[in-house]
């Protein structure tokens, strides 16, 4: 009993909370319905103005404190706002009084997909799509589909499981042939679906992800490419770091040389054997910085380290500052990383876009690295 009236007061506090800012609203009209304010305040929620949205959901809840979706709209904004906590309280306020009502269930989704609990976000999902023809209060019932199997990839997705994502955001094709986002997404899966085929679990994890790290560049490198066979020798390894300008002597190098990464790091020894093959440096500091972010200019320095050694070719690094211009729009040929950026571009391990730019700052995704190190592969 407790914590019901407790409950009844933090959803009350929560109503009259007032959102910062005053807004004039219009008047009310002539026949007044928790309907009316509640289609007013998703009208609101789509041109992205939360405050006038709340003021429509909490004009509804006044005139009926058990309306459904009143309480889902609310919950909607807070999650626009990224409230967490406050839409979880709006949203089993809307179950509480009518559990089939099928956008909350799918905002459910939505909150369980924010917290990683993914089996559950897909539960919430199905059920949308599973019964939404039986409800006679959906009033655009294709639409709402729509959005349940769109959410129900990405949470499939979340999960890695992809050929389940991939089912899920056909069926949003199936249902609109001309939504771009849904297309985009499933050429998205079939190009991962295809580079992961027959590759091991951490090399997945990496084709999954946006943007790629330099512990994931040393996992890429030393997983996919047979290194020291490439490099024919390891004399040969040995006499390349004398000539490489490192920034501490390999030759004494150990894993304790590193600073910033800990013995039980999950890319620990991947990181020490691509510094001591000289593929990847540390900073000045002493440091690598396994999680920041590699962007283009700095994968194409270090394939063009890799392939100075591969070739046994010490020259590799200045031979195209000779050019008197740069066919690249964003790249000068005075540039540090112009000839970085020719090496790879002339041997099509990188592309360069439509535009004739290299877009050197431009992060990697993992599906275009291993597409990157397949190409290095099969040159030798």
Known sequence: MIQKYIGVFIVTALLLTGCAGKKEHPADPLVITPEYYYNEGKKYLELNDITSAEWHFKKAVQLRADFAPAYEGLSLAQLERGNLQKAEIFIKEALKND????????????????KGEYEYAVNEFEYAVNTADRSKLIKD??????DAYCRMGSA?????????????IQQVLNIDS???KAAAAV???NEYLAVIEGKPAIINKIAAKK???????????????????IFRSVQLIKEYRNKTAATIERNNFTSESIADV??????????????RLGIMELLPDSTFRPDNKINRAEMAIIIERF???????????????????????????????????MVVTKRNIMTVFEDDTFRPLNTISGIEAINIITKIKSMF
Not at 141 to 146: A, C, G, I, P, T
Not at 215 to 224: G, H, I, K, Q
């Open 141 to 146: 019932k294709v639409k709402l589909k729509r």
């Open 307 to 341: 392939l100075m050694k591969a070739y046994d070719d010490p020259q590799l690094d200045t031979r195209y500052f000779k050019y008197v211009s740069s066919p690249y729009k964003d790249i000068l040929n005075v540039s540090p990383i112009f000839n970085s950026v």
């Open 99 to 114: 559990s089939d009502w099928i956008p909350a269930r799918i905002i459910n989704g939505r909150l369980y997909l924010a």
């Open 187 to 189: 050429k998205e899966i």
């Open 211 to 229: 943007e790629i790290t330099y512990a994931d560049a040393a996992v890429l490198f030393l997983t996919e490419l047979d290194i020291e066979k």
């Open 262 to 275: 800990a013995e039980d790091y999950w890319a620990k020894s991947y990181i020490d054997k691509a510094i």
């Open 178 to 180: 001309t939504d771009i």
């Open 156 to 168: 499939y997705k979340a999960w890695g499981k992809y050929i389940e994502a991939q089912a899920a």
